[in-house]
């Protein structure tokens, strides 16, 4: 008891003397405001993790990969990765391609094309839009998707 009375005393006068410092002087919240906008918070949160984007990088199994799928890799990691990730595993500017969302049935082959030829607006996730990349030639492509069926089948995406 004398302790905290001590401390007290030793932390009155600094608290005065610290401009703005204390900030007891504010309007006092109720507790339970607080909470509400706590949870409101963490809601928004789980709201924007399930529908954009925060998915970082995922850890991606790179099995032994048919000469086709090699050729892709080789294409993916000039062109793509830049955005995509190594091994499309997600990146700083591009979503991870292996992943149940690009799964075959989501998105066909036809969708890799398209992206390729004509870029891609934002919609899935929050990295903006995804530039069309006209240096990728059509058997390039093959490759690419190749690579990434690949991927996807060895990371238990189908
Ligand atoms: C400048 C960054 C960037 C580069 C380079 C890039 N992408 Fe993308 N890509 C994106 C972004 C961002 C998205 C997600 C758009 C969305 O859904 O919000 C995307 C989406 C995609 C999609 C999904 C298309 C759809 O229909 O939703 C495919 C497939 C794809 N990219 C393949 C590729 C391939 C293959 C390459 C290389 C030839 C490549 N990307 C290069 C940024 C990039």
């Not at 006092?28 to 918070?41: D, E, Q």
């Not at 989501?106 to 890799?112: E, P, Q, S, V």
Request: proline share 8%; with cysteine; aromatic share 6%.
């Amino acid at each position: 008891m004398p302790a905290s009375k001590r401390r007290r005393k030793t932390k009155d006068p600094s608290g005065v003397g610290l401009p703005g410092g204390g900030g007891g002087g504010g309007a006092k919240r109720s507790p339970a405001l607080i909470l509400v906008a706590l949870a409101a918070a963490l809601g928004a949160g789980a709201f924007l993790m399930l529908q954009t984007t925060d998915v970082k990088t995922i850890n991606v199994h790179v099995p032994s990969l048919t000469a086709k799928a090699t050729a892709g890799q080789k294409v993916f990691n000039a062109t793509c990765a830049e955005c995509h990730g190594d091994n499309a595993a997600g990146g700083p500017a591009g979503p991870p391609l292996i992943t149940s969302t690009y799964h075959p049935g989501h998105h066909a082959d036809g969708a890799f094309r398209r992206a390729v030829a004509l870029g891609v607006p934002q919609h899935h996730w929050k990295f903006g839009n995804m530039p069309p990349q006209p240096k990728v030639s059509g058997a390039e492509i093959d490759a690419l998707i190749a690579f990434i069926r690949e991927l996807q089948k060895a990371n238990g995406i189908y």
